[in-house]
């Protein structure tokens, strides 16, 4: 409405006020002159517990002091801010190019300094608006020797803090003319985000910064000094502040705690750090507050929380075992997927590295120690080792650990994580696979050791007894006209070679694979086998057999067989025994092989690898799904002892081979 407008009556009552709100101000000045010095006090016990951020510099810019507060905005230690230039974290732009010499301009003509507005550089790298307000630093004399700065994140609400810097330079001006002390604190305090009060000793307010008015609601401070501060807290309050805050404040001159206050019709989170101001003489004379809206920090933390319990549950469930080894505390935490890994429960094992160390297998404690520590040494980051770990039953498991290690600033490890995983069973199978290797190898060398036995056989007996033969009846030929008497011996010579072969060809055939075998049968086989080994020189023998089969596949009554017969051979040739006995019996499906002799006996665990008769045994019975034990000692005597499957998996029925020696 245009004031013109206005009747006479109504224009002349607006000037009164006017003229009314004017006295008003002056008198308000006049009385901040009279309490100036009270004032100033409460502003240097204030500048000292404040929280807002203050540098100050030389008059070339160099940052000389810094408080703690600042670090909550730049992110920099104050270490790290001493000595470098006030704008070193100013973004590259006119702000940055014009502040050298606004500052010098200040010095020389000091003027009245105002805020100055740009981007800055946080620590992490983030940028964000950050308002300095500035004011001289003087000596005794007045002059200019730096200046102090207050420094305001103004990131979120610029727009509304330039409004509010107006009305904070304008109060700064007349404060300013009171007294230059009081000028710094309203400064500092006013241009805060952070919400920051004062009541005297009855809790009647006597200030709040326009962040506090914004956080309760209030339009202007003037609306809230004078009041008493229960009022703008929820109910309960009251009864806490007279219980645990007061009586924590009067005692130790401090007392923090979090409220949930409802604010503009919705529920808000805030810390409360209420502290103690004293007067020179030691009275408590002022009571301050800073309150923090920590809503967005309660959720933080609240999601961090959901988190770390999604965290907990996929660690928990994982399948391998964590661990996180604190190296600077000392301190492994395992988790519980882990203890349950190796049988232990949650209380029985300690959290030290040496007792993680005594748990190592003893054979490789020192090598897995010694890698750990050259790992440390070394510039890596992850690593993947496999060692044994001792179950809580006793056992030894065989793991694999991944692990990765976090660094300080200084290349020192600080953190090991990692895991553990259970491939015992994998390294059975390796060894399971190696074994079968070494079986192979052993099959073929001993393959290839009956060849070279059989052909030296042929070439030492039955070779040398057809050549003879050969020149009987070469000599035969020649003479039968001309010496008929010599021919005829001749004959009879080649005829006697001949038979001589022959039955070397059948002895040779029958170690092969004796005829009896394919046409009566293992039982008869064996039987046959202990005839021809009695002898004048030979132990006695003794042969039983209860089973139930008539007939066995080939494979089974070969490896029985073959068993019994390096058991007997190995027992009268190099036994030095005086008896023997043989026995084979039948139970259900499985048939029993036992061979035992009263001779010299021997050490089964140290024969020679060129030797394969009791390793040709062991891998029989194995390879057929059975077992062949060897008990022996020195004097003693030997048992051999072998279990064999009497039908075999996707094995034909047995009978007769279609072919057999003559």
Request: proline letters at 5%; one cysteine or more.
């Amino acid at each position: 409405m245009n004031k013109d407008a206005l009747p006479v009556q109504d224009r002349d009552k607006t000037k009164t006020q006017l003229v009314e709100e004017l006295a008003r101000v002056r008198q308000e000045l006049l009385d901040l002159r009279k309490t100036a010095q009270e004032s100033m006090r409460e502003a240097v016990l204030l500048f000292q517990a404040t929280p807002l951020a203050i540098h100050g510099c030389d008059t070339e810019g160099r940052i000389t002091f810094v408080n703690i507060a600042q670090e909550d905005i730049t992110g920099y230690p104050p270490d790290e801010l001493l000595g470098t230039f006030i704008w070193d974290r100013i973004v590259p732009g006119p702000e940055k190019e014009m502040l050298p010499a606004y500052l010098k301009r200040l010095v020389v003509e000091q003027p009245p300094p105002t805020p100055f507005v740009a981007k800055n550089v946080r620590k992490n790298g983030e940028v964000f608006d950050v308002r300095i307000d500035w004011d001289y630093h003087r000596d005794p004399d007045g002059q200019v020797i730096g200046f102090v700065t207050i420094v305001t994140d103004i990131t979120e609400d610029r727009q509304a803090c330039a409004k509010l810097a107006e009305k904070i330079e304008e109060r700064t001006c007349e404060l300013q003319q009171a007294n230059e002390e009081l000028a710094i604190f309203q400064r500092f305090a006013e241009s805060s985000r952070q919400p920051f009060g004062m009541a005297d000793m009855d809790d009647v307010i006597t200030y709040v910064n326009p962040a506090l008015c914004r956080l309760i609601g209030a339009t202007r401070p003037e609306d809230v000094i004078g009041k008493h501060l229960i009022k703008y807290f929820p109910e309960g309050y009251r009864m806490r502040r007279e219980r645990e805050i007061a009586p924590a404040i009067l005692r130790d001159g401090h007392w923090e705690g979090e409220l949930v206050v409802g604010i503009g019709g919705k529920i808000v989170t805030v810390l409360q750090h209420c502290f103690l101001i004293r007067d020179e003489s030691g009275a408590p004379c002022r009571l301050a507050t800073v309150i923090t809206d920590i809503t967005r920090r309660k959720e933080a933390e609240e999601a961090l929380r959901q988190s770390e319990e999604r965290f907990a549950l996929v660690v928990q469930g994982a399948g391998v075992g964590i661990f996180d080894w604190d190296i600077c505390k000392g301190k492994v935490y395992y988790s519980p997927s882990w203890k349950t890994l190796f049988g232990y429960a949650e209380d029985e094992i300690g959290d030290s590295p040496e007792e993680w160390a005594s748990l190592l297998h003893p054979e490789e404690r020192e090598w897995v120690i010694e890698a750990q520590e050259e790992f440390f040494r070394s510039d890596r980051t992850m690593f993947t080792i496999e060692y044994r770990f001792r179950h809580r039953n006793g056992s030894y498991r065989w793991i694999t650990a991944h692990g990765t290690v976090v660094r300080n600033e200084e290349g020192q490890p600080c953190r090991l994580v990692g895991s553990h995983a259970d491939i015992t069973d994998r390294k059975l199978a390796e060894e399971a696979l190696e074994q079968g290797h070494r079986t192979l190898k052993h099959l073929l060398q001993s393959s290839d050791h009956e060849r070279q036995l059989i052909a030296y056989e042929i070439h030492d007996e039955l070779a040398q007894q057809l050549a003879a033969a050969i020149m009987q009846f070469d000599t035969y030929a020649y003479q039968k006209d001309s010496q008929p008497e010599l021919a005829a011996k001749a004959f009879g010579g080649g005829m006697a070679m001949l038979r001589q072969g022959h039955g070397e060809a059948r002895r040779l055939i029958n170690n092969v694979r004796p005829p009896v075998l394919d046409e009566s049968g293992v039982v008869a086989a064996i039987a046959h086998l202990v005839d021809e080994a009695r002898g004048e020189t030979s132990p006695e023998i003794e042969y039983a057999s209860d089973v139930e089969f008539d007939r066995l596949t080939p494979i089974l009554e070969n490896a029985i067989y073959r068993i019994c017969q390096e058991a007997l051979n190995n027992a009268c040739r190099h036994g030095a025994s005086k008896k023997v006995s043989i026995a084979l019996t039948q139970h259900g499906d499985v048939v029993d092989i036992d061979v035992r002799d009263d001779g010299i006996g021997f050490c089964p665990d140290s024969i020679p690898e060129n030797q394969f008769g009791i390793t040709g045994m062991r891998e029989r019975a194995r390879l057929l799904g059975g077992t062949c034990s060897i008990e022996s000692r020195r004097g003693k005597g030997t048992r051999i002892h072998a279990r064999l499957p009497a039908v075999l998996p996707d094995e034909p029925a047995p009978g007769r081979p279609d072919s057999h020696f003559p």
